[in-house]
C-alpha cells in the first residue's frame, strides 16, 4: 500500500512521496502531510544495536515508502557517510541532569546538514522515478546558514545545480567564507548589495515568474526549493530521535519502554514536528520541550492558543531562531484540527491577513504533549557558562537556549523523566557569544581569532569545517544589486 501525502489547505490535493518531494509545497500554498500514521515496528531489543544509517532507513521506507528499498539504501548511504565527523552521526553526551543529542557533526556544522544532505538524493531519485529529465536548479536565499547547507548537500550531485544568494553585508565573516570558498561545478554563490528580505522575496518572485519557467523549461530545467517545508526535509529528521531512544536503551540509562523528553531549540517548528511524528509513530515520549529566545511567539501560542506575528522583532545571539512565522506549525494546527483542510486553511488565512489567529479551545486541549518556554541573551549566556562550569561542555547559543529552557521546565514542574536536549549547532560556528560567555573578549578579536581561543579555553579540537576556512581558496566574488539576480541566474544557467 502506498502512503498518500496530502495538502493541508486541501486535501483533495493528494500525492505520493517522491511526488511530495519533487513539489516543495502543494499548489494550494499548503503542506503535504501524510493521511495515515505509518505502521513503523519500533522494537528496541534489536534497534539499540542499529547504526544510524539502519534507522534512518527503517524511517525513510516507511514514510517515504512509494521509493524501492534500493533507492532508499542509496540516498541513505549517499547521505550519512564519512562527511560526518562522527561515525555515529548523531552522538549522545551525557552531562549533568540531561543528554545533548548533537545534531552538528556534518558538513556545516548545524542540525540542517541532518536533513539537507540527504534530500538532494531523495529529489534526483523522485525525478528519475518520474521520468523527469529536466536538470533540477535549487534556488535559494540565505541569511547565513541554510545555504551554505544546501549548496553543502548539492555540490556535485548530478544532475542539480545550486545558486545561492546572501545578504552582502549581512552574515558574519565565517559564514561568508563558508559560503564564499564552496566547492562544486554545479554550485554558484552570489552576494547582493541588499539586505536578506530583498533577497527573500526576489527568489520568491523568480519562483513565481511564469515567463522565467517557460525559459527554464525550454532550456530542459527547473526549479525546486530546499526549504524546511519539503518533506523531504521533515522525515529525515524522525530517524534521530528513534536512534536517540535507541542508545539511551543500549546504554542502560532508560529502561525499554520508558517515555522520555525532547527539549528542542525551536525556529520554524521542522525540527520539534519531526519529533511529534515519532511519538505518533510509537516512540515512547512523554513531553516535547519547544524552546524559543525571545522571538517568542511559540511560547505565548503554547499558553494561550494565540499565534500573533505582531511583535518586535529581536536580533538575537541564535540567529537561527529568529523567526516570527514558524511555517511547519501550520502540520500541527492541521492535525489538532482533526485533519480539517478548511479550518487550517482559515488559520493561516487570517494570519496572512491580519497577522495571528487563535485556535479553538478543543485545539488547545491537545497541546498537553507540549510544553513551552524561552529564554533571553542574559540567560543564554548564563547557560553556556553554567554548563561549561558543571561539565566542562560548551554549548552553542541556540543548544543553550534548549538547556536554559529545561531548566526552568524542572525548576517548574520537578519532573524526572529523562530528557534529551537536542542540540543544533556547534559552539564553533558561533565563536563571539560564546567566548564573551566564558571569558573577557577584547574588541580587536574577529571570528577567526575566537575560534582558536575557543580551542584553547574548551580543550576541543577545531572541527575540519572551521580549521579549512582559515586557507581555503576564495572561489565566488560576484555581487549584484537586488534588481539584477534574475539576470545573474540566467547567465549562470546559459538560459537561451
Ligand atoms: C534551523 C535551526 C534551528 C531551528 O530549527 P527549526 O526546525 O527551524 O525549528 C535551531 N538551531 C539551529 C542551529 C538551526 O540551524
Known amino acids: 500500500m502506498t502512503l498518500i501525502y496530502q495538502s493541508t489547505r486541501d486535501k483533495t490535493n493528494q500525492t505520493t512521496a517522491s511526488q511530495a518531494i519533487?513539489?516543495?509545497?502543494?499548489?494550494?500554498?499548503?503542506?503535504?502531510?501524510?493521511?495515515?500514521?505509518?505502521?513503523v515496528t519500533l522494537d528496541f531489543e534489536t534497534l539499540k544495536n542499529a547504526t544510524y544509517q539502519e534507522v534512518a532507513t527503517l524511517i525513510l521506507s516507511a514514510f517515504l515508502d512509494d521509493f524501492t528499498s534500493e533507492e532508499i539504501a542509496y540516498c541513505v548511504a549517499q547521505a550519512y557517510d564519512s562527511k560526518f565527523d562522527d561515525p555515529q552521526i548523531?552522538?549522545?553526551?551525557?552531562?549533568?541532569?540531561?543528554?545533548?543529542?548533537?545534531?552538528?557533526?556534518?558538513?556545516?556544522?548545524?542540525?540542517?546538514d541532518m536533513a539537507l544532505s540527504i534530500l538532494p538524493y531523495l529529489m534526483t531519485t523522485?525525478?528519475?522515478?518520474?521520468?523527469?529529465?529536466?536538470?533540477?536548479?535549487?534556488?535559494?536565499?540565505?541569511?547565513?546558514?541554510?545555504?551554505?547547507?544546501?549548496?553543502?548537500?548539492?555540490?556535485?550531485?548530478?544532475?542539480?545545480?545550486?545558486?545561492?544568494?546572501?545578504?552582502k553585508d549581512g552574515v558574519s565573516k565565517i559564514q561568508e567564507r563558508q559560503m564564499t570558498?564552496?566547492?562544486?561545478?554545479n554550485v554558484k554563490v552570489i552576494a547582493i548589495d541588499g539586505n536578506f528580505d530583498h533577497a527573500q522575496t526576489t527568489v520568491k518572485e523568480m519562483f513565481n515568474n511564469e515567463n522565467l519557467r517557460d525559459k527554464m523549461f525550454a532550456n530542459n530545467k527547473q526549479f525546486s526549493s530546499a526549504n524546511s517545508m519539503n518533506i523531504g526535509r521533515l522525515v529525515p529528521q524522525i530517524a534521530y530521535y528513534v536512534y536517540a531512544y535507541a542508545q539511551l536503551v543500549k546504554s542502560g540509562e532508560i529502561a525499554n519502554g520508558e517515555a522520555i523528553n525532547f527539549t528542542v531549540p525551536t525556529g520554524n517548528f521542522g525540527n520539534i514536528l519531526a519529533a511529534y511524528y515519532a511519538k505518533q509513530i510509537g516512540l515512547p515520549v512523554a513531553k516535547l520541550i519547544c524552546a524559543s529566545?525571545?522571538?517568542?511567539?511559540?511560547?505565548?501560542?503554547?499558553?494561550?492558543?494565540?499565534?500573533?506575528?505582531?511583535?518586535?522583532?529581536?536580533?538575537?545571539?541564535?540567529?537561527?531562531?529568529?523567526?516570527?512565522?514558524?511555517?511547519?506549525?501550520?502540520?500541527?494546527?492541521?492535525?489538532?484540527?482533526?485533519?480539517?483542510?478548511?479550518?487550517?486553511?482559515?488559520?493561516?488565512?487570517?494570519?496572512?491577513?491580519?497577522?495571528?489567529?487563535?485556535?479553538?479551545?478543543?485545539?488547545?486541549?491537545?497541546?498537553?504533549d507540549f510544553y513551552a518556554d524561552f529564554a533571553n541573551e542574559a540567560e543564554i549566556s548564563a547557560q553556556i557558562s553554567a554548563t561549561f562550569k558543571t561539565?566542562?561542555?560548551?554549548?552553542?547559543?541556540?543548544?543553550?537556549?534548549?538547556?536554559?529552557?529545561?531548566?526552568?521546565?524542572?525548576?517548574?514542574?520537578?519532573?524526572?523523566?529523562?530528557t534529551v536536549v537536542v542540540s543544533t549547532a556547534s559552539p564553533y560556528k558561533f565563536p563571539k557569544v560564546v567566548v564573551e560567555s566564558l571569558?573577557?573578549?577584547?574588541?580587536?578579536?574577529?571570528?577567526?581569532?575566537?575560534?582558536?581561543?575557543?580551542?584553547?579555553?574548551?580543550?576541543?579540537?577545531?572541527?575540519?569545517?572551521?580549521?579549512?576556512?582559515?586557507?581555503?581558496?576564495?572561489?565566488?566574488?560576484?555581487?549584484?544589486?537586488?534588481e539584477e539576480m534574475q539576470k545573474a541566474v540566467e547567465a549562470y544557467l546559459e538560459l537561451k
Open 181 to 185: 570558498t564552496q566547492i562544486g561545478e
Open 391 to 418: 561539565d566542562k561542555y560548551v554549548e552553542d547559543p541556540h543548544t543553550a537556549v534548549a538547556s536554559a529552557v529545561y531548566k526552568k521546565y524542572i525548576a517548574q514542574t520537578a519532573d524526572q523523566t529523562t
Open 22 to 39: 519533487l513539489q516543495g509545497l502543494a499548489v494550494d500554498g499548503g503542506l503535504y502531510v501524510p493521511t495515515q500514521t505509518p505502521k
Open 126 to 167: 523522485a525525478a528519475q522515478k518520474h521520468g523527469v529529465a529536466r536538470e533540477i536548479v535549487i534556488l535559494t536565499a540565505t541569511s547565513g546558514d541554510t545555504g551554505k547547507a544546501a549548496m553543502a548537500g548539492f555540490a556535485n550531485v548530478p544532475n542539480t545545480k545550486i545558486v545561492v544568494f546572501y545578504p
Open 439 to 482: 571569558a573577557t573578549v577584547t574588541g580587536e578579536e574577529d571570528d577567526f581569532d575566537l575560534v582558536k581561543r575557543l580551542a584553547e579555553i574548551s580543550s576541543t579540537p577545531l572541527p575540519k569545517a572551521v580549521s579549512e576556512l582559515f586557507d581555503a581558496p576564495v572561489l565566488h566574488q560576484t555581487v549584484v544589486a537586488t
Open 90 to 112: 548523531a552522538p549522545l553526551v551525557k552531562l549533568n541532569g540531561q543528554y545533548n543529542l548533537e545534531l552538528f557533526h556534518g558538513n556545516t556544522i548545524a542540525f540542517k
Open 293 to 368: 529566545n525571545e522571538n517568542n511567539v511559540l511560547t505565548d501560542f503554547f499558553r494561550t492558543g494565540v499565534y500573533d506575528k505582531n511583535r518586535e522583532f529581536f536580533v538575537t545571539t541564535s540567529p537561527s531562531m529568529d523567526i516570527l512565522v514558524s511555517s511547519n506549525l501550520e502540520r500541527l494546527i492541521f492535525h489538532l484540527t482533526g485533519d480539517n483542510d478548511t479550518a487550517t486553511a482559515a488559520f493561516m488565512a487570517s494570519l496572512n491577513a491580519t497577522g495571528d489567529y487563535k485556535i479553538t479551545d478543543e485545539m488547545l486541549g491537545k497541546l498537553s
